[in-house]
T-cell receptor
Framework: DTGVSQNPRHKITKRGQNVTFRCDPISEHNRLYWYRQTLGQGPEFLTYFQNEAQLEKSRLLSDRFSAERPKGSFSTLEIQRTEQGDSAMYLC?????????????FGPGTRLTVL | SQQGEEDPQALSIQEGENATMNCSYKTSINNLQWYRQNSGRGLVHLILIRSNEREKHSGRLRVTLDTSKKSSSLLITASRAADTASYFCATDADYGQNFVFGPGTRLSVLP
């Protein structure tokens, strides 16, 4: 257990529905990342927050995806009008603000299945 | 596209043997990290090596970095069945930037 939690752990939804995932990072970490991982592949970066500011977004993050971190603590990732291609593991990671300590600590992930 | 590429894609060894995995990357990096992922689980950080370091040890793990060849290797000595997992290298070019992961090496350690 790294101290990063994600909910739910599993989500099954029908195509076209909206889903929202939550990530609670390690409390003193101000950096928070979202990644997507499909079967047999490494994680792919989606977006990055420093405190409440969303500083970077991947081109993978289409208009149907939105992420927030309203108070600089937990974060949510919402997917609107889900498609079967959105089925994947969604991973959250957090990191300390201390420069030079660059390890990202990952949560257990939320596995999304779109039927 | 992913920057890191692990090699081999899959590796099967007997318990007690050593396992070596390689990672190549394309651009200059700030540091390189190795992560382990058990099936269906999140990633666990193993070791970080900075661009000005050439070798690092942690328990049964040994990591080397050759920035001239843009490559790194992870050696697991005296492997155990519990080492069965996927292993990923991840690089970042700047502080705070997102990691770029390779597709991973799937290691199977047979008892």
């Amino acid at each position: 257990d790294t101290g990063v939690s994600q909910n739910p752990r599993h989500k099954i939804t029908k195509r076209g529905q909206n889903v929202t995932f939550r990530c609670d990072p390690i409390s003193e970490h101000n950096r928070l990342y979202w990644y997507r991982q499909t079967l047999g592949q490494g994680p792919e970066f989606l977006t990055y927050f420093q405190n409440e500011a969303q500083l970077e977004k991947s081109r993978l993050l289409s208009d149907r995806f939105s992420a927030e971190r309203p108070k600089g603590s937990f974060s949510t990732l919402e997917i609107q009008r889900t498609e079967q291609g959105d089925s994947a593991m969604y991973l959250c990671a957090s990191a300390t603000p201390r420069r030079g300590e660059d390890t990202q600590y990952f949560g257990p992930g939320t596995r999304l299945t779109v039927l | 596209s992913q920057q890191g590429e692990e090699d081999p894609q899959a590796l099967s060894i007997q318990e007690g043997e050593n396992a070596t995995m390689n990672c190549s990357y394309k651009t200059s990096i700030n540091n390189l990290q190795w992560y382990r992922q058990n099936s269906g689980r999140g990633l666990v950080h193993l070791i970080l090596i900075r661009s000005n370091e050439r070798e690092k040890h942690s328990g049964r793990l040994r990591v080397t970095l050759d920035t001239s060849k843009k490559s790194s290797s992870l050696l697991i000595t005296a492997s155990r069945a519990a080492d069965t997992a996927s292993y990923f290298c991840a690089t970042d070019a700047d502080y705070g930037q997102n990691f770029v992961f390779g597709p991973g090496t799937r290691l199977s350690v047979l008892p």
